[in-house]
């Protein structure tokens, strides 16, 4: 499979502290891309981090990309209870016509 | 906020039923997709569109169908709806092109009882 891969499945944090969730995957890639979906609702993208770079930035996001190693970070910082959400990977595996999707990593922000 | 919709938004029905699932983009997205989602898993490729008069097949095996006789629209139908069909469905569309980003409609809860 091409999919991506989350960890950790769940994570517990207090406002105001940092998030960091971690994606690998199999395959080479041209890009790699980070979306939110709150409960029972559809996916918003977030980043897009070509295999080219390796960090982007954007408001609180920071990702990482290490392609060596197939594998990126997404950092949430000074996360806030409105962050809470699924956050999901995924991955062109090189082919470009549609999107690999990791189980993604379930987070929780508490006041 | 992405111009896709997705209608119904919560569907209950029978087993045996036929249904259908619409999505729309008012984005002029020549690509467009179909996902399958079970509660806090992963999302499942089950159908995509580079362009009108194009379907094929996504990753995991569905018996659903799609036409795409419009750019805009992108419908999904079961047939016979089974209970293993329930699930959540969601509808994508993204620009032309190598993986753009995809933009999401609020999905379809599918229960069939």
């Known amino acids: 499979s091409q999919q991506g891969e989350e960890d950790p499945q769940a994570l517990s944090i207090q406002e105001g502290e940092n998030a960091t969730m971690n994606c690998s995957y199999k395959t080479s890639i041209n890009n790699l891309q980070w979306y939110r979906q709150n409960s029972g609702r559809g996916l918003v993208h977030l980043i897009l981090i070509r295999s080219n770079e390796r960090e982007k930035h954007s408001g609180r996001l920071r990702v990482t990309l290490d392609t060596s190693k197939k594998s990126s970070s997404l950092l949430i910082t000074a996360s806030r209870a409105a962050d809470t959400a699924s956050y999901f990977c995924a991955t062109d595996g090189g082919s470009g016509y549609a999107l690999n999707f990791g189980k993604g990593t379930s987070l929780l922000v508490t006041p | 906020e992405a111009d896709i919709y997705q209608t119904p938004r919560y569907l209950v029905i029978g087993t045996g039923k036929k249904i259908t699932l619409e999505c729309s983009q008012t984005?002029?997205?020549?690509?467009m997709y179909w996902y399958q989602q079970d509660p806090g898993m992963e999302l499942h490729l089950i159908h995509y569109s580079y362009g009108v008069n194009s379907t094929e097949k996504g990753d995991l095996s569905s018996e659903s169908t799609v036409s795409r006789i419009r750019t805009e629209h992108f419908p999904l139908t079961l047939e016979s709806a089974r209970p293993s069909h329930t699930s959540q469905y969601l509808c994508?569309?993204?620009?032309?092109?190598?993986?753009?980003?995809?933009?999401f409609g609020p999905g379809t809860r599918l229960t069939v009882t």
């Open positions: 984005m002029g997205h020549d690509k």
């Open positions: 994508a569309s993204s620009e032309s092109g190598r993986a753009h980003e995809q933009y």
